[in-house]
């Protein structure tokens, strides 16, 4: 029990456009949702915290607007990179939680922009 | 969340037990002591977590002292899948997961 999965596994976009990741609670209702980028050999960064029905709420020094979090159902999170560059090129993980187990990572999106 | 402490990375030859240390000497009486492992190009895959008794599940056992100020995770027959970054996490149980560097651990066969 307790699956992530995580939508796109890689995805190669040109820079200026804009890429969506979905993060989905496959046999669970998440209320909190988590995403975090990772760059190579480098441990993972927590970007933000999704709740269900609210705004998210962002780390210091993540961009709101660049990095636009939408967690419409308990199931389904999406990260929305606008107007992507090649700095944004990074392996990105979600996370969830259902309040009473350890929280389930998905297997993660790696995100190269061109 | 409590600061811990990991060796940036450790050996272990394939077959013997594992033993990953941590330190948390400044971890409060409410946080537990959760071990996540990532192996390369994954995301983090949760192990075992525990508060003052030690814990074993199929996958690993945690060891944490009395003053709870270290723990040591054991793989007890540790393979070359075991080949991963070993995060030790002290939180609050609904706390988001803040990642330190953890340990690489290096399975030799």
């Known amino acids: 029990g307790a699956v992530v999965s995580q939508h796109p596994s890689r995805v190669i976009c040109k820079s200026g456009t804009s890429v969506k990741i979905e993060c989905r609670s496959l046999d669970f209702q998440a209320t909190t949702m988590f995403w975090y980028r990772q760059f190579p050999k480098q441990s993972l960064m927590l970007m933000a915290t999704s709740n269900e029905g609210s705004k998210a709420t962002y780390e210091q020094g993540v961009e709101k607007d660049k990095f636009l979090i939408n967690h419409a159902s308990l199931t389904l999170s999406t990260l929305t990179v606008t107007s992507a560059h090649p700095e944004d090129s990074s392996f990105y993980i979600c996370?969830?939680?259902?309040?009473?187990?350890?929280?389930?990572f998905g297997s993660g999106t790696r995100l190269t922009v061109v | 969340d409590a600061k811990t402490t990991q060796p940036p990375s450790m050996d272990c030859a394939e077959g013997r037990a594992a033993n990953l240390p941590c330190n948390h000497s400044?971890?409060?009486?409410?946080?537990?002591v959760y071990w996540y492992r990532q192996i390369h190009s994954q995301g983090p895959q949760y192990i075992i977590h525990?508060?003052?008794n030690n814990e074993t599940n199929e996958m690993a056992s945690l060891i944490i002292t009395e003053d709870r100020k270290s723990s040591t995770l054991i793989l007890p027959h540790a393979t070359l899948r075991d080949t991963a970054v070993y995060y030790c996490?002290?939180?609050?149980?609904?706390?988001?997961?803040?990642f330190g560097k953890g340990t690489r651990l290096h399975i030799l066969p």
């Open positions: 525990g508060l003052k």
């Open positions: 996490i002290a939180r609050y149980r609904d706390d988001k997961i803040i």
């Open positions: 400044t971890i409060s009486g409410n946080e537990y």
């Open positions: 996370s969830a939680s259902t309040g009473e187990r350890p929280y389930t």
